[in-house]
């Protein structure tokens, strides 16, 4: 059974370039989150989507936005990057009608030059 | 929300028991306290969570005071495999799943 997939693992872009990351989650799982670990630091929390649409979202600037699709798979957008916006970037997929525990993906890390 | 305090980092020899503290002292009555850990380069992995009993699982066991104010993640035979950033982390909305982390407890497993 895959776990939460998530590509690319590594990625470098340069100041004002847009990415966009991707990932699959677990089997079974509907609700995905997104989430920023800058180095040395615990994760923080992006943005939450379910049913298609962003649910619940942390303290980020429009910049990044997100998408879900009818299969569950999630994209996360940043745009105008800034070299603050380097960091790892971890997928949590979880079933919304369960204990709730959350499936990490190994992360996409990103770097700003 | 209910954040937590975690000490820095923390040694514990292999073979012995590993014993992570947490506070919690904001937490609210329907408030989850669930662990994580980060091993190096890799996404979190889940541990075990409860809300006011004693958990145990095939990981861990987590002991929550009475007055749920703090908790402990005992790892009781630690390994090398076991060096990670430690997560005490209380569940903030019951309906959504945000988690606040905060910077965690690094294991030191010796040999």
């Known amino acids: 059974d895959a776990g939460v997939t998530q590509s690319p693992t590594h990625l470098i872009k340069t100041r004002g370039q847009q990415v966009t990351l991707r990932c699959s989650p677990k089997?079974?799982?509907?609700?995905v989150s997104w989430y920023q670990q800058a180095l040395g630091q615990g994760p923080q929390f992006i943005f939450q989507?379910?049913?298609?649409?962003?649910?619940q979202r942390g303290n980020f600037p429009d910049r990044f936005s997100g998408h879900q699709f009818p299969n569950y798979s999630s994209e996360l957008n940043v745009n105008a990057l800034l070299l603050g916006d380097s960091a790892l970037y971890l997928c949590?997929?979880?079933?919304?009608?369960?204990?709730?525990?959350?499936?990490f993906g190994a992360g996409s890390r990103l770097t700003v030059l | 929300d209910a954040k937590t305090t975690q000490p820095t980092s923390m040694d514990c020899a292999e073979g012995r028991a590993a014993n992570l503290p947490c506070n919690h002292s904001?937490?609210?009555?329907?408030?989850?306290v669930y662990w994580y850990r980060q091993i190096h380069s890799q996404g979190p992995q889940y541990i075990i969570h409860?809300?006011?009993n004693n958990e145990t699982n095939e990981m861990a066991s987590l002991i929550i005071t009475e007055d749920r104010k703090s908790s402990t993640l005992i790892l009781p035979h630690a390994t090398l495999r076991d060096t990670a950033v430690y997560y005490c982390?209380?569940?903030?909305?019951?309906?959504?799943?945000?988690?606040?982390f905060g910077s965690g407890t690094k294991l030191n497993v010796k040999p």
């Open positions: 904001t937490i609210s009555g329907n408030e989850y």
């Open positions: 989507y379910y049913e298609e649409e962003e649910r």
């Open positions: 409860g809300l006011k």
């Open positions: 982390i209380v569940r903030v909305d019951y309906n959504f799943n945000k988690f606040y």
């Open positions: 949590a997929s979880s079933d919304s009608s369960g204990a709730n525990v959350l499936t």
């Open positions: 089997s079974g799982h509907d609700t």
